[in-house]
């Protein structure tokens, strides 16, 4: 592992890969939720890929246009879990 300096948006990104985690433990554990739990556990590791996939980038020009790919990727699946969310009528 490299000596990388603190990064918050790593920090974040761990924290809410380790929260997306325990969240599908109890979706498949207790819910028997196989489906969905899958799903979220992609949805919720994918910021952290994505943001460490950009601090090994090549360039400056390479590390932005990496994490916007990553904000784009996150909003898109953001968008498609408020759907989730919606009052069905």
């Given at each position: ?34 489906v969905l739990s899958r ?21 400056t020009d390479d590390f ?18 408020n759907f989730c969310f919606?009052?069905?009528?």
């Amino acid at each position: 592992m490299t000596n990388q300096p603190a990064s918050p948006m790593r920090e974040k990104s761990l924290a809410l890969a380790i929260r997306i985690v325990n969240l599908c433990k109890y979706l498949v554990g207790e819910k028997k939720e196989y489906v969905l739990s899958r799903q979220i556990l992609k949805s919720g590791t994918s910021p952290g890929a994505n943001i460490r996939e950009a601090q090994n980038a090549e360039s400056t020009d390479d590390f932005i246009h990496k994490l916007g790919i990553a904000q784009k990727e996150t909003m898109r699946r953001c968008i498609g879990w408020n759907f989730c969310f919606l009052p069905i009528t």
